[in-house]
């Protein structure tokens, strides 16, 4: 049987008890969730069983432990499941049973045996106050850790919103001096997963590409993958129809909010947010904040926090439908002027009739 490192994709599912029909099921899935066609799952399911499943090393920062959170309370089975039969997680303070200098060796290990090869995951901002002195594993500094890590990796992501863009712990006044990877690793790119958690199925879906074409997705001008942050929220929600009709929720429990109608005056950031939240969701598909009643807090976008006003509508200019927003009121104005008088019309010609 092959070692744990030397295990192809393909050797270490099958010693799980994955059937063929499952994995191609989970192929199609990521093909869909890449934005490929459904016929590639069969060239996904080949490049995928044939691959070595790489060592992760995942270094926790300044986070809370809500991405891990998100990736591992996922419903089973699950893609997120099967994700971690295709990789070697080498290194994960809070999945690990190791702890203290055994977790530090079997870290510095796994760099060494697969330097150039691995792949390094990065949750939680960079603490650079007091020369790194707010935030130390082992008594290495994160700035420390993250450059040495970063030197061997064969690509790096930074998973949810404090490793994309310093997220929580840079809002003002930022005591700790915190950064994004980016701000650190500056000769290889990075992959911002963003959110507050990330969507599980997004930092699996990145893994998956990785593994199955041996490169990075293609990525927008935040370094996210496109496939899941090339839309706004917005531009999928099930509510937009009634944005278009002008028809928006004044309170949490009037009319407006429990027939549905759009959350935009209530603060929802959907306009200005991009993720994959209105056709992924969360809990296995389930729903995601604004399908449950709430507006988006735009949360996997940079200093989210810092623009606040979580229940405040966008102000006039700040976005390009600003200007689609009166035309839609407008216009579902329009629409109900034209039906009352349609109405109406109705009634005299019933009453001619009789």
């Not at 509508?313 to 700040?318: K, M």
Request: aromatic share 8%; net charge neutral.
């Amino acid at each position: 049987m092959a070692t744990m490192a030397a295990q192809t994709v393909g050797e270490a599912l099958k010693q799980q008890g994955v059937s063929r029909r499952a994995f191609l099921k989970f192929c199609t899935a990521m093909a869909t969730l890449m934005a490929l066609p459904p016929q590639s799952a069969p060239a996904i399911a080949q490049a995928l069983s044939a691959a070595r499943r790489p060592s992760v090393i995942w270094l926790p920062f300044q986070e809370c432990t809500g991405c891990t959170e998100s990736l591992t309370r996922s419903d089973s089975p699950s893609v997120e499941n099967m994700i971690f039969n295709m990789i070697s997680l080498d290194y994960h303070e809070t999945l690990f049973a190791a702890a203290g200098d055994a977790a530090e060796a079997a870290r510095e290990h796994a760099m060494q045996e697969n330097f150039g090869k691995y792949l390094l995951l990065v949750d939680g901002s960079v603490a650079t106050g007091l020369d790194g002195a707010y935030s130390c594993i082992g008594g290495v500094s994160n700035v420390q850790m993250l450059e040495q890590a970063a030197k061997g990796a064969a690509a790096v992501i930074a998973v949810g919103s404090c490793a994309s863009f310093g997220g929580l712990p840079r809002a003002h006044p930022n005591p700790t001096g915190a950064v994004p990877v980016s701000a650190i690793v500056k000769d290889k790119p990075v992959i911002n997963i963003s959110g507050c958690p990330p969507i599980p199925v997004v930092i699996t879906g990145v893994l998956a590409h990785y593994l199955t074409f041996g490169s990075l997705p293609e990525l927008d001008a935040l370094g996210r993958p496109k496939a899941f942050y090339g839309e706004s929220i917005h531009d999928r929600c099930y509510r937009r129809p009634f944005y278009d009709q002008g028809k928006f929720a004044k309170t949490f429990d009037d009319e407006g909010a429990r027939n549905g109608w759009c959350l935009y005056e209530l603060g929802c950031k959907g306009p200005v947010t991009h993720n994959a939240c209105a056709t992924v969701k969360w809990n296995g598909a389930t729903s995601y904040p604004i399908q449950s009643g709430h507006g988006c807090l735009g949360c996997s976008e940079p200093d989210f926090w810092d623009r606040g006003s979580f229940y405040q509508a966008l102000p006039v200019g700040s976005w390009g439908g600003a200007k689609t927003l009166a035309v839609a009121a407008a216009a579902g104005a329009a629409v109900g002027v034209a039906a009352a008088a349609l109405a109406r019309q109705r009634q005299r010609d019933i009453a001619k009739e009789e």
